[in-house]
């Protein structure tokens, strides 16, 4: 799909907010709200825009302790990466996970949780026990200095 400046501006605004209204939306990009929904309707279609949530505030929800945690594998092949994998979805303190490559380490994780007994827990519990998993290293985030699910739109042309 060829996206043109009404569909970029369509994404930076509901990137922003995505509880706006069709109504204010349409108001904010210059068309009529008509027109409005049937380009986000497409946009939805195409796979552009793939869902809408809500983003909640991990400290005001006693989530304080963030860790970046580094997991090597003992066997790189696809069995061993499907458990791994199959396993950290279950796990509702993982926020992301990504498979990396140019470290030492085939994963990387994200997860939140509430103090650093409840991280051990984790650690000592879930994480450590995944078979296959032989070297773990953990990072604290001590400040947050950019946290954005907005994607970067500048190279699509206006």
Do not use: W
């Amino acid at each position: 799909m060829a996206l043109d400046k009404l569909d970029k501006r369509i994404l930076q605004s509901l990137q922003r907010d995505g509880s706006i209204t069709n109504l204010e939306l349409a108001e904010q990009i210059g068309l009529s709200p008509s027109p409005c929904a049937r380009r986000v309707k497409q946009l939805e279609e195409a796979g552009i825009i793939n869902k809408q949530v809500t983003l909640l505030n991990a400290s005001q929800l006693d989530l304080k302790l963030t860790a970046l945690i580094q997991i090597s594998m003992d066997r790189h092949t696809p069995d061993r990466f499907e458990v791994f994998e199959k396993q950290v979805r279950s796990y509702p303190e993982v926020i992301e996970c990504l498979l990396i490559t140019g470290q030492s380490a085939d994963y990387q994780l994200k997860v939140v949780v509430p103090d650093m007994e409840c991280y051990q827990e984790f650690l000592l519990n879930k994480i450590t026990r995944i078979e296959g998993v032989t070297d773990v290293h953990s990072s604290f985030m001590l400040r947050e200095v950019i946290n954005t699910t907005e994607l970067p739109l500048n190279h699509i042309s206006n």
